[in-house]
């Protein structure tokens, strides 16, 4: 019997009330379980318990036994001095904290702990794969809401990490992170690197010259580090060497980027081609995107395509058949997935604005579901994403939830977990 399991049926109550006593015999009556403390001290705050004749307000400890209150030492720490109830699964040691003691053995049901041991021992792609088909699809809907919150709110740490680095700069945490968008999976962290090393104002001074920023990005890149393999190569490098003087710039490592198992339109090449004409376009992408009301606005800002020179080029100096060299669809998706929905989403939610907020999720919404190994495992067990709103979700619940075996935490565990007891779902033996 785990304490997370405990915490869980006292937070919702999952036992029999019937005759609830302490040790000494005095009864007892839950009027509030109080709130879950997820730090130092307590398990639960502010509950409200009538234990005789005397209401007590205060805090709750929970333990899987009594004598874990001397294992864990609480007899010695200040916070723990004003328990109003011990409650514990098994009451093995009398007196140990002073306060009324309640033990819930035999009073909880055995089918709830028959699921929460399958689901937390199972060896399944998900604990509840087997058991999935009983979800019904609010509590599924309910689920997934939650989870793309989540999804974005753990995005939200990164990009807010960024911002203080960046000294609050909207535009310049935007900045960096479309370089990483750009970057895609395997090329993200040199990507990051290059815009960490190239401040945006340093190119904001060189916006109107597509050369110059080209030069900067390739630049630092260390792309123009040895000898020029054409003409072109050689005059980036003759003015990327003039500024870099000017500005005092360190490039990264060449050998940071990867081509291996890349398709040439997705080579960093391109990729830093593609993101010079963004900048070329507007280096003040943020204000840009706060304007922005529809997804079609969105991508039209962002669908850029190359120089003249890299229509006939992947690489420096080896020449190929002309192509524009337009970013793709989806790409673009993911940038809006990855990039623009999550800052808009952050930003929303430092200003309290609630409709930007729903802008960000709409956005999500009106963008095909990814295809990845976690969708489409989801779609073999029925859950089939209608959009990148719902896959993300679905990566998340997968990541961050049933990976971890977080039943209890899960919309679909908790549905699972508290099943009447006369559903199929009890028989446990007969899903295994």
Same mark, same amino acid.
């Given at each position: 019997?785990?304490?997370?399991?405990?915490?869980?049926?006292?937070?919702?109550?999952?036992?029999?009330?019937?005759?609830?006593?302490?040790?000494?015999?005095?009864?007892?009556?839950?009027?509030?379980?109080?709130?879950?403390?997820?730090?130092?001290?307590?398990?639960?705050?502010?509950?409200?318990?009538?234990?005789?004749?005397?209401?007590?307000?205060?805090?709750?400890?929970?333990?899987?036994?009594?004598?874990?209150?001397?294992?864990?030492?609480?007899?010695?720490?200040?916070?723990?001095?004003?328990?109003?109830?011990?409650?514990?699964?098994?009451?093995?040691?009398?007196?140990?904290?002073?306060?009324?003691? #309640? %033990?819930? /053995?035999?009073?909880?049901? +055995?089918? @709830? *702990?028959? $699921?929460?041991?399958?689901?937390?021992?199972? !060896?399944?792609?998900?604990?509840?794969?087997?058991?999935?088909?009983?979800?019904?699809?609010?509590?599924?809907?309910?689920?997934?809401?939650?989870?793309?919150?989540?999804? #974005? %709110?753990? /995005?939200?740490?990164?990009? +807010?990490? @960024? *911002?203080? $680095?960046?000294?609050?700069?909207?535009?310049? !945490?935007?900045?960096?992170?479309?370089?990483?968008?750009?970057?895609?999976?395997?090329?993200?962290?040199?990507?990051?690197?290059?815009?960490?090393?190239l401040p945006l104002n340093i190119i904001a001074k060189q916006k109107l010259d597509l050369g110059s920023i080209e030069a900067l990005l390739f630049g630092q890149a260390g792309m123009l580090n040895d000898q020029p393999l054409d003409e072109y190569q050689a005059k980036l490098q003759r003015e990327?060497?003039?500024?870099?003087?000017?500005?005092?710039?360190?490039?990264?490592?060449?050998?940071?980027?990867?081509?291996?198992?890349?398709?040439?339109?997705?080579?960093?090449?391109?990729?830093?081609?593609?993101?010079?004409?963004?900048?070329?376009?507007?280096?003040?992408?943020?204000?840009?995107?706060?304007?922005?009301?529809?997804?079609?606005?969105?991508?039209?800002?962002?669908?850029?395509?190359?120089?003249?020179?890299?229509?006939?080029?992947?690489?420096?100096?080896?020449?190929?058949?002309?192509?524009?060299?337009?970013?793709?669809?989806?790409?673009?998706?993911?940038?809006?997935?990855?990039?623009?929905?999550?800052?808009?989403?952050?930003?929303?939610?430092?200003?309290?604005?609630?409709?930007?907020?729903?802008?960000?999720?709409?956005?999500?919404?009106?963008?095909?579901?990814?295809?990845?190994?976690?969708?489409?495992?989801?779609?073999?067990?029925?859950?089939?994403?209608?959009?990148?709103?719902?896959?993300?979700?679905?990566?998340?619940?997968?990541?961050?939830?049933?990976?971890?075996?977080?039943?209890?935490?899960?919309?679909?565990?908790?549905?699972?977990?508290?099943?009447?007891?006369?559903?199929?779902?009890?028989?446990?033996?007969?899903?295994?």
């Amino acid at each position: 019997m785990s304490e997370e399991l405990i915490y869980y049926i006292w937070q919702h109550r999952l036992f029999d009330h019937g005759a609830l006593l302490t040790r000494e015999g005095e009864a007892i009556e839950i009027m509030m379980p109080g709130q879950r403390n997820n730090d130092a001290g307590p398990d639960f705050t502010n509950a409200r318990i009538r234990i005789g004749d005397t209401l007590w307000a205060g805090n709750v400890e929970i333990h899987q036994k009594s004598s874990d209150w001397l294992y864990h030492k609480h007899q010695y720490d200040p916070s723990f001095a004003n328990i109003i109830l011990h409650v514990v699964y098994e009451d093995d040691k009398a007196g140990v904290t002073g306060s009324p003691t #309640l %033990e819930l /053995k035999g009073r909880i049901q +055995e089918s @709830l *702990l028959s $699921r929460y041991h399958y689901l937390l021992n199972n !060896t399944q792609w998900i604990p509840c794969e087997k058991m999935l088909r009983d979800v019904d699809e609010f509590t599924f809907t309910l689920c997934l809401e939650r989870m793309v919150i989540e999804r #974005l %709110e753990q /995005k939200t740490l990164a990009i +807010e990490a @960024l *911002l203080t $680095r960046s000294v609050n700069s909207w535009e310049e !945490t935007m900045y960096q992170l479309t370089a990483r968008g750009f970057g895609l999976k395997v090329n993200r962290e040199p990507f990051e690197l290059l815009a960490c090393s190239l401040p945006l104002n340093i190119i904001a001074k060189q916006k109107l010259d597509l050369g110059s920023i080209e030069a900067l990005l390739f630049g630092q890149a260390g792309m123009l580090n040895d000898q020029p393999l054409d003409e072109y190569q050689a005059k980036l490098q003759r003015e990327y060497r003039y500024l870099q003087h000017k500005y005092q710039l360190r490039p990264i490592q060449s050998h940071s980027w990867k081509f291996m198992r890349l398709r040439p339109p997705s080579f960093p090449t391109v990729r830093l081609a593609q993101f010079a004409m963004l900048l070329h376009r507007s280096v003040h992408l943020f204000s840009k995107v706060l304007e922005i009301k529809g997804l079609d606005d969105i991508e039209e800002l962002f669908k850029v395509s190359t120089s003249e020179y890299w229509e006939t080029h992947y690489t420096f100096g080896k020449e190929s058949p002309r192509k524009v060299k337009e970013l793709g669809s989806e790409t673009l998706h993911l940038l809006v997935i990855n990039t623009i929905a999550p800052i808009l989403f952050t930003y929303a939610r430092h200003k309290g604005d609630m409709d930007l907020q729903d802008r960000a999720l709409e956005w999500l919404e009106q963008i095909k579901a990814e295809q990845n190994e976690i969708t489409k495992h989801w779609a073999d067990l029925g859950r089939k994403s209608k959009s990148a709103y719902e896959s993300q979700a679905l990566i998340q619940l997968k990541n961050e939830h049933c990976d971890h075996k977080k039943c209890l935490n899960c919309a679909i565990g908790n549905n699972l977990l508290r099943k009447p007891v006369e559903t199929s779902i009890v028989n446990i033996a007969t899903i295994a």
